[in-house]
């Protein structure tokens, strides 16, 4: 138990489906983030919010969309995704933004799509 | 541009010791991160270094050279339990994480 606790943990998605990954973390921690893991290569910071407000977004494409509608709970909404989108999601936290602090991981989402 | 580097795979026998090298170019530096991931779970932290010099925890230390750009994971007394992925991640000058893609450590009987 890390806990940030993701769900779903597998999710298979058709590419006109609209889906949602749930990230949920009860560590007092200020910041949250999004990651993409593809095999063999480094993960990739997607988006970051730090007390509810977006802070980072990475070149990443529309049809990613995330929302944090508090500081406990970090959504990726997922639509119109393409079979290069398939990867491992994971969601992070940290007590504060600066990138001095420790994260702490959730066990990931993969999402496969086809 | 920003670049971290570390061996794609290494084997080692139980008992062993063992050094999973980094090197990093980065755009300033705020500190060095190791996480282990077992396959199928979160990575898990394992050490943060902002000095220079030899931190030590338990069977694991973590190394780094500023001037050099480099640093290193040192396991010892290996157990089977260490086979794992060993993420490398450098805090840039804006306190963003720059991650390698991991080294993918076998432990063999």
């Known amino acids: 138990e890390t806990g940030v606790t993701q769900t779903p943990r597998h999710l298979v998605m058709g590419m006109t489906n609209k889906k949602s990954l749930k990230c949920e973390q009860h560590l007092g921690h200020n910041a949250m983030y999004w990651y993409k893991q593809s095999a063999k290569k480094p993960l990739e910071l997607m988006f970051v919010y730090s007390l509810e407000e977006r802070v980072e977004n990475n070149s990443v494409p529309s049809r990613f969309s995330p929302e944090c509608p508090n500081s406990s709970h970090l959504f990726l909404h997922l639509h119109t995704l393409q079979p290069e989108d398939s990867a491992l999601y994971l969601c992070a936290s940290s007590h504060e933004r600066t990138g001095a602090a420790e994260a702490f991981f959730g066990q990931g989402t993969r999402l496969t799509v086809v | 541009g920003q670049n971290i580097d570390q061996p794609t795979e290494m084997t080692a026998t139980e008992g062993a010791i063992v050094q999973i090298n980094c090197t990093y170019q980065?755009?300033?530096?705020?500190?060095l991160f190791w996480y282990q991931q077992h396959a199928g779970e979160a990575p898990t932290f394992l050490s943060y270094?902002?000095l220079d010099g030899l931190e030590e925890k338990g069977r694991f230390s973590s190394f780094l050279s500023r001037s050099k750009g480099y640093s290193y994971l040192l396991l010892k007394e290996l157990q089977m339990k260490d086979s794992a992925s060993y993420l490398c991640?450098?805090?840039?000058?804006?306190?963003?994480?720059?991650w390698g893609a991991g080294t993918k450590l076998i432990i063999k009987p």
């Open positions: 980065t755009s300033g530096f705020n500190g």
């Open positions: 991640a450098v805090s840039d000058s804006n306190y963003q994480l720059i």
């Open positions: 270094n902002v």
